[in-house]
């Protein structure tokens, strides 16, 4: 960046020498503490002129990079070129393109991560914030840089990425191992029907699954696990009017994620056997809505409503899926689910308190989307 900023001046009566400051006096007490809260910081803190020359850094800078503040001031030259003056991959990292620096011209509060390159010329990763500093009259005159090494977070990153890799390749394992048990015990069986819809299951679960690995596994979108969970007759509907799917987004925790997800996947199926998906002019409703709990978490009201179809008439017995639904949802969840099979179409009503979300917190999104 052009160096046409001038350098910081002061008036001849500042720039006088001081009286030599002596113990108790008020200026050498306040200099003192200032020097012992910088020099005890963790964080690495720099202090720049107009021209991104460095004119002050801690003890935890010095440690950062290697470079003592005397070695720094002596090389006369912008912080940047001496501990950021290169990409990782090699090239050079010229000035005007440092997101750091823009603080200073742009006046602006920077923030985000880079790598700086260490004395020994070993390359780390960085989380910093840069800061203009002001004069009395709100004059722009250097900047204030706090900088942190976060190479055992990056680490950290990598190794829960392996981990994670590694569970996703084990579950994949394993319903492939189960698909393939299945294949030898349903082979000479006449029942064609039970195998596909032991295989729809399978695939709803493997569903759910691929929504929990987008997000790593800490959590899954309510409105991805219900419109993937709908996708095989939503995505191939030419009626855009059909399926009607409205509410918030949250975040669920992934055993809420799979669970809820199978609920869905044996409504639907029922509606495309003997429901509203079973004709053309069936109609299905999917809404929600989050109410605050009194500790704090939200509660999930689920409506699943069916209407269009032929006329339903209460099952005999019950069924995988409607077991699913009434028995395992309130036992694992201490919700509630009710299925009225209405002759005008079936509705189910399922109300589920959202499970805490560990570490990340109960993250429910403001948007309101509909379809």
Request: aromatic share 6%; proline share 5%.
């Amino acid at each position: 960046m052009p160096h046409s900023r001038q350098p910081l001046r002061s008036s001849a009566e500042a720039a006088a020498s001081l009286a030599t400051l002596r113990r108790g006096d008020q200026l050498f007490e306040t200099e003192r503490r200032l020097n012992a809260v910088l020099n005890n910081a963790s964080v690495s803190i720099f202090l720049m002129d107009d021209r991104q020359h460095c004119i002050y850094m801690n003890r935890a800078a010095e440690h950062l990079t290697g470079f003592t503040l005397a070695e720094v001031i002596e090389r006369d030259c912008p912080l940047h070129d001496i501990v950021h003056h290169t990409y990782p991959d090699g090239r050079p990292f010229p000035l005007e393109e440092c997101a750091i620096d823009r603080a200073f011209p742009q006046n602006n509060h920077e923030r985000g991560e880079e790598v700086f390159v260490h004395a020994d010329g070993h390359f780390y990763p960085v989380g910093f914030t840069a800061s203009p500093i002001r004069d009395d009259a709100a004059n722009i005159i250097g900047t204030i840089i706090e900088v942190r090494d976060i190479s055992e977070e990056k680490a950290a990153a990598e190794r829960q990425r392996l981990l994670l890799n590694e569970l996703n390749h084990r579950v994949k394992n394993t319903l492939a191992t189960v698909q393939s048990i299945a294949a030898q015990t349903f082979r000479g069986q006449t029942d064609v029907a039970a195998r596909e819809v032991f295989d729809a299951r399978m695939a709803a679960l493997s569903t759910a699954h691929n929504v929990l690995v987008a997000d790593n596994w800490e959590s899954a979108s309510l409105r991805s696990v219900v419109e993937r969970t709908l996708a095989p007759h939503y995505l191939a509907e030419i009626d855009p009017e059909r399926f009607r799917i409205d509410g918030p987004d949250a975040r669920l925790h992934p055993k809420v994620a799979v669970t809820l997800s199978m609920a869905l996947h044996e409504l639907m199926t029922n509606a495309a056997k003997y429901g509203a998906l079973s004709v053309p002019e069936g109609r299905v409703a999917v809404t929600w809505t989050l109410t605050a709990m009194a500790d704090e978490r939200q509660e999930l009201a689920l409506t699943w409503e069916e209407s269009g179809g032929p006329e339903v008439a209460p099952p005999t017995r019950k069924g995988f899926g409607s077991r699913l639904i009434e028995r395992q949802l309130p036992l694992e969840f201490d919700g509630t689910a009710e299925i009225d099979y209405r002759s005008a179409g079936v509705v189910c009503r399922l109300r589920i308190p959202l499970t805490a979300l560990g570490w990340m917190g109960q993250d429910a999104m403001t948007g309101h989307v509909s379809r």
